[in-house]
């Protein structure tokens, strides 16, 4: 559509919403106190944490707001201000078998601010006595200790550092009240984020040399609580936002889409649930004494899912995930790997672990994401040693064998890193002639580059380049020689795609 079609359209913002009531929560949302300080303006938290709260305040159980911190992107906070802190969220996928969308205008955010402009209004935020939650998404390198920060910085450079400041603030406008900690949900994807980021902090603070009574405060009223998010969210559809703009009737410069599918998992104390009734809202949460065997379900599920196929599907011709998705080959593939060798080694009821793959797939299944193959295959050697490798050995705790569709999936790896030049960065690897960029650590490129190159084509060529792969202690955790069958396992599976194809070989597999 063009552009000049949507050019007469209104902006979305508060003045447009007062003339449109019908779009918003009929309560006055804008009389809610501001409860949630957010660090990060980015599409993940507003289509996750945001669009949550959004939901508990259009059934009445939250009745707060949300200030927003500019993290990496100061222009999404100004435009926020600009759209009176609302924006439309479209979710959209495959849900119990179904197509699924919902759109609503998101109004739980009350404000930006930009830290660096006006600092003196960050740290005010701290004297709220009903800012009551802190949640974060400041990428995976976010919750970093950074000796180079200063308390007298404004603001500082780390996240941890400025969340310091905010701690020390509370503490003083409070005069160290227990009941004024904060709840601090850190949505960053690394283990145990909750814990990683109190360390940070308190390496901050000591080495401010923090008062010892602040730092108590800091350590005993706040809770810092260890999550697990899970959305694909999509963010600005660029490629159809002159339709979409059209059919809401404004502009929305901060329009965002993501998948149906939703999971966060909080692990603290069981007062969390009450306090955030996002279930009762009817949102996919779980408050948990102990979030490791969801984190575990997670990793060996939906990530396993995607490291046991992905390398494999994209020698066998497939781009996209939804194409591994409408191909019976490798669908069935990927069923088998996870039902059947995934799934029993996992300590969470089959019910439970049966509905979670059975989303997966839907998701996976999901028209409107795009997810190309070889985004997913970057740093595939640690994604085996974490996704699929602890799934293996405790399938050949239970079996006394190895589960023949995991182990296919090594092979597959070691024939993906096929290549002998590598070139900006990347290995070089071919499809159809066709050239294809492997991204790894630049040590692991290096080792397939120079195995390859000596590569002998006979049966004794491929058992010595798998062998050569499997005892690598340094990428793997162990020799993987050592695990009965598996050299074996692996080198026939080797020779099957070098001699007969990918495709072929899938079919003995499957």
Not at 4 to 19: C, G, I, M, V, W
Not at 468 to 496: A, C, F, I, N
Request: aromatic content about 10%.
């Amino acid at each position: 559509m063009d552009a000049s079609t949507t050019a007469t359209l209104p902006r979305l913002n508060a003045e447009f919403l007062k003339q449109h009531p019908e779009l918003v929560p009929e309560e006055s949302v804008a009389s809610f106190p501001e409860r949630v300080l957010q660090f990060g303006a980015g599409v993940f938290l507003r289509g996750f944490v945001d669009w949550m709260i959004d939901g508990m305040n259009r059934k009445g159980l939250f009745r707060g707001r949300v200030v927003v911190v500019a993290s990496m992107t100061p222009q999404t906070v100004t435009t926020l201000n600009q759209q009176s802190g609302a924006y439309t969220h479209l979710a959209r996928g495959i849900e119990n078998g179904g197509l699924v969308e919902e759109k609503r205008i998101i109004t739980s955010i009350s404000r930006g601010i930009d830290p660096h402009k006006n600092f003196d209004e960050y740290l005010k935020c701290a004297h709220n006595p009903d800012l009551r939650f802190i949640v974060s998404n400041t990428t995976e390198a976010g919750i970093v200790y950074r000796a180079e920060d200063r308390q007298i910085d404004r603001p500082p450079v780390s996240f941890p550092a400025k969340l310091t400041q905010l701690l020390i603030e509370r503490y003083k406008a409070f005069e160290g009240d227990a009941s004024k900690g904060f709840v601090l949900l850190p949505c960053e994807l690394i283990e145990r984020n909750g814990e990683k980021l109190k360390e940070a902090v308190l390496q901050t603070a000591a080495n401010w040399s923090v008062d010892p009574h602040i730092v108590r405060w800091i350590d005993e009223a706040n809770i810092f609580a260890n999550t697990l998010v899970d959305r694909i969210v999509t963010g600005f559809p660029r490629d159809e936002i002159q339709t979409l703009w059209k059919e809401c009737g404004y502009i929305d410069e901060l329009f965002n889409t993501s998948e149906v599918f939703h999971l966060w998992v909080i692990e603290g104390p069981s007062a969390l649930a009450r306090e955030l009734p996002l279930r009762e809202a009817g949102f996919n949460v779980i408050f948990a004494e102990d979030m490791t065997p969801y984190r575990e379900r997670k990793v060996r599920i939906l990530n396993g899912a995607h490291t046991a196929t992905v390398l494999a599907a994209y020698q066998a011709g497939e781009n996209l995930v939804g194409g591994c998705m409408k191909d019976p080959l490798i669908r069935d593939f990927m069923t088998h790997a996870i039902y059947d060798e995934v799934i029993p080694t996992l300590t969470l009821p089959k019910q439970e672990l049966d509905a979670f793959a059975g989303a997966v797939f839907e998701r996976f299944s999901n028209p409107f994401i795009h997810h190309a193959l070889l985004n997913i295959s970057l740093n595939s050697v640690s994604k085996y040693k974490a996704r699929l490798l602890p799934s293996v050995a405790q399938y050949f705790q239970m079996k006394g064998e190895l589960p023949s569709r995991l182990t296919f999936a090594l092979a597959a790896l070691i024939t993906f890193y096929r290549g002998t030049e590598v070139r900006d960065g990347a290995l070089i690897g071919h499809r159809s002639g066709e050239e294809y960029r492997i991204q790894d650590g630049q040590a692991i490129l290096e080792t397939f580059a120079r195995l390859w190159s000596g590569f002998d084509e006979s049966a004794e060529g491929i058992r010595k380049l798998t062998e050569s792969v499997l005892q690598r202690e340094d990428w793997w955790g162990k020799d993987l020689r050592q695990l009965p069958g598996m050299t074996q396992g692996v080198s026939g599976y080797v020779e099957s795609i070098l001699n007969h194809g990918m495709r072929t070989t899938l079919q003995q597999v499957s």
